[in-house]
């Protein structure tokens, strides 16, 4: 009989330290006013000594705790970055050294803001193989990719990371996923280039601070992935939408383009501004913290990522 993954439990965790739009003013051009305006953004959590595994590997405490399972029965261990602490090993193997969980297979999903749900679909792709209980995270430490000068993107990132723990069922939970890319437009946006030196070629200066084009990526959300999602929804009634937090301005209006109420795109991105690979599961966690959404309730919920890549995807998921 084959298997599906459940998601069995929700965890989070943001960096303590605070950055508000004021502060942010004090050392760029730019205001409370400019980016509240243009993004909803009013403060983002800064990892300051953390790096991106030690985002995750408190989330996966977190989620062990929470089901109070032994880390020797994970199967896999999935993390979804952009940022991770080397180019390898991976943050996945550094979690998975930390919690002691020696039986499960560990890699990154690199997807940027769709790798949540690159990698959740990834996870269940596996369970559906036979793998009985796994955790997927999403973590960012966008921080250190940044150029702070720059206040068409330094004001939108934040840092932070959470997932979720699957386990074996004989029901699906993944009821359908749709993954897109487009790699013609890979430059819209780039963090963390490589030069090519080595002694026998010199690399020209290239910015290894993330760029974005910002109107190639309004553009991008608002037809490729509002597309694609009235492609992927279909007649089906869907509960909640949680989109990847970016912009309030993109949310609202893939909404309406939708024909759906607001009230069912629910919105996070305030307080922790774009965390890329972790907005959606935050957002997750703090929904179903607050009861909005509860496991094993049969609600049914979107998760749509989108960004760098161009990689985007949806996920109908019934809790």
Avoid at 9 to 28: G, Q
Avoid at 186 to 210: C, K, M, Y
Wanted: proline share 3%; glycine share 8%.
């Amino acid at each position: 009989m084959m298997s599906f993954g459940k998601i069995c439990a929700t965890a989070r965790y943001l960096p303590e330290k605070m950055v508000t739009n004021d502060d942010l003013a004090k050392w760029m051009d730019t205001s409370d006013e400019w980016i509240q305006s243009r993004t909803g953004i009013r403060q983002r959590h800064i990892a300051e000594a953390e790096n991106t595994s030690d985002l995750c590997f408190k989330v996966a405490e977190k989620l062990i705790a929470k089901t109070e399972i032994d880390p020797l029965s994970l199967d896999f261990i999935i993390v979804a970055t952009m940022s991770p602490d080397y180019t390898s090993p991976s943050v996945a193997c550094q979690v998975q050294g930390q919690l002691g969980a020696k039986n499960a297979m560990a890699f990154d999903v690199s997807a940027a803001c769709a790798g949540f749900v690159y990698a959740l679909a990834t996870a269940e792709n596996f369970m559906r193989g036979g793998m009985q209980r796994g955790i997927v995270i999403g973590g960012e430490k966008t921080s250190k990719l940044l150029d702070w000068q720059d206040r068409s993107s330094a004001v939108l990132f934040g840092d932070g990371a959470a997932g979720v723990l699957l386990e074996a069922s004989e029901e699906a939970s993944i009821i359908k996923q749709m993954l897109r890319a487009d790699g013609k437009r890979a430059n819209a946006l780039t963090a963390g280039f490589r030069l090519n030196n080595n002694v026998f070629h010199e690399s020209p200066e290239i910015s290894t601070a993330l760029v974005m084009d910002g109107r190639g990526i309004w553009n991008f959300a608002l037809n490729d992935v509002t597309k694609s999602l009235k492609e992927f929804i279909g007649e089906d009634s869907v509960d909640y939408y949680l989109l990847h937090q970016a912009n309030k301005r993109i949310i609202e209006k893939i909404a309406r383009k939708m024909k759906e109420p607001i009230e069912k795109f629910p919105m996070n991105l305030m307080n922790y501004g774009n965390t890329s690979a972790a907005s959606i599961p935050i957002l997750l966690d703090e929904l179903v913290e607050a009861g909005t959404l509860s496991l094993n309730s049969n609600q049914k919920v979107v998760l749509t990522g989108y960004g760098g890549g161009l990689a985007w995807g949806n996920l109908l998921i019934q809790l």
